[in-house]
């Protein structure tokens, strides 16, 4: 198989991988460099768990700061990221006080580049709310600027649908947090909301949305 994949072109053989299954895609992309490399650029959708999740890690001076950044790298053509944990890993769903090195780095990386935003081929972004944590000094003002750093810093003008997941019941979301990413997203077609907020009333305005077609 191996053979014939290689006497195929790169156009031909992405089309081919499209129709196999996440493990095939897998194995197949230990074959060799090219293979591998045809693989990546098929993907379309990724989640990005926190740190703490990846496998082989067993202290977090072991994770380099830019892993986020390297995660998202390998894939060049990603229409779809969700940044959180899949449910059934109990008890946390989103990034803490823990994340917060990875996540500079990753905005650092996302800001490099005005001209041609890292995520311009993104349409679809899924976002879990940065917990505070005030055991670790990341109290609820350094949690507040991070989730509008990050949700400024995702945002580009090619992105068509947001959703923002606060799934804490002590939410820090408002609109000062999450309104970077609308005003900042004009061709934003979708806007999810999901979260407990127990408290306070999020404001945020459409008026940059003109293609908005859907609010929840």
Request: with cysteine; charged share 25%.
């Amino acid at each position: 198989m191996t053979y014939s994949l290689n006497s195929l072109s790169n156009t031909l053989t992405a089309k081919i991988i499209e129709y196999l299954d996440s493990k095939t895609k897998r194995e197949l992309s230990m074959v060799d460099r090219r293979t591998r490399a045809v693989v990546l650029e098929t993907v379309r959708s990724i989640r990005v768990f926190p740190a703490k999740y990846f496998p082989h890690r067993t202290h977090s001076s072991d994770i380099p700061q830019d892993i986020l950044v390297r995660v998202i790298c390998r894939y060049p053509t990603l229409e779809r990221i969700i940044f959180g944990p899949p449910k059934h890993i109990y008890g946390c769903h989103e990034f803490t006080s823990q994340e917060v090195p990875y996540l500079k780095s990753l905005i650092s990386y996302l800001e490099s580049s005005p001209e041609k935003h890292p995520l311009s081929s993104v349409k679809k972004i899924e976002f879990r709310e940065i917990t505070k944590d005030s055991f670790e000094g990341f109290g609820k003002k350094k949690a507040k600027e991070l989730n509008n750093h990050f949700l400024s810093a995702i945002s580009h003008k090619d992105l068509e649908k947001v959703a923002i997941r606060a799934d804490n019941i002590s939410s820090i979301l408002t609109g000062a947090e999450i309104q970077p990413v609308l005003t900042n997203s004009p061709n934003l077609k979708t806007f999810e909301f999901n979260g407990f907020q127990s408290d306070q009333i999020v404001t945020i305005s459409f008026a940059s949305q003109p293609e908005l077609t859907k609010v929840k």
